[in-house]
């Protein structure tokens, strides 16, 4: 066989080298994802807010069980609506800017995103300092987590609360830094999907407790 002849036969063999290769990356992409059609990062993520809708409902079941086994005036009586209703809204618009980010960035406009990102963690410790400004009035009365049944269960549900938003201003600020390095493209942005999700749910769970809380 000659020189040419062996040059063919080895571009043939290396052409159905990467065909192989191509076939194989197809494959494993399509096995990414599920039997319900979920990339499986995002089925994990659905479950994991599943598991924690249980938590918060056992812990919100509890409060409403035990709140009437205190005085009003010895408990709710020392709540704050105006500070729990600039919560709540301070919360509300973080999930608009959480959805601003995601449209942003599918829209291939990273800078956009990236200051989205940095309004949403912004409006997420205005949260917790409004939350912190509020357990500092409630200790001055008198009231802590081992006051009373009230106290127990408000502190206990709340704080759990406040600790998911923490972690939630982590996660956004670890997306920010990931975004400056270019991490996170227009092709390349599940992560900011995932945490909006977890986002939402923090928030949704708030709206929940601002009305068995404060207005019920």
């Known amino acids: 066989m000659s020189a040419v002849g062996k040059l063919e036969q080895a571009g043939h063999r290396v052409g159905e080298t990467l065909e192989?290769?191509?076939?194989e990356a197809h494959a494993q992409a399509e096995h990414a994802e599920t039997s319900t059609?979920?990339?499986?990062?995002?089925l994990v993520m659905w479950?994991?807010?599943a598991s924690e809708?249980?938590?918060f409902a056992a812990l919100m079941a509890t409060y409403l069980v035990y709140r009437g086994h205190t005085p009003h005036e010895e408990g709710l009586g020392h709540l704050s609506v105006p500070v729990a209703s600039f919560n709540t809204f301070i919360l509300l618009a973080s999930s608009l800017t959480m959805v601003l980010s995601?449209?942003?960035?599918e829209a291939g406009k990273r800078g956009r995103m990236i200051v989205l990102l940095i309004l949403t963690?912004?409006?997420g410790l205005a949260f917790l300092g409004g939350q912190a400004f509020e357990y500092n009035e409630l200790l001055k009365e008198g009231i802590s987590i081992d006051t009373n049944l009230f106290g127990a269960t408000f502190f206990t549900?709340?704080?759990?609360?406040g600790t998911h938003v923490a972690v939630g201003i982590l996660w956004i600020t670890m997306l920010i830094i990931r975004a400056l390095r270019g991490g996170i493209t227009e092709h390349n942005h599940l992560a900011v999907e995932l945490g909006g999700l977890y986002w939402h749910f923090v928030d949704l769970v708030w709206v929940v407790?601002?009305?068995i809380i404060y207005l019920i």
């Open 209 to 211: 407790l601002f009305t």
């Open 157 to 161: 549900l709340t704080g759990f609360h």
């Open 20 to 23: 192989d290769v191509v076939d």
């Open 47 to 49: 479950i994991f807010i």
């Open 102 to 105: 995601l449209q942003a960035i």
């Open 53 to 55: 809708t249980i938590f």
């Open 121 to 123: 963690a912004l409006f």
């Open 37 to 42: 059609g979920l990339d499986h990062r995002k």
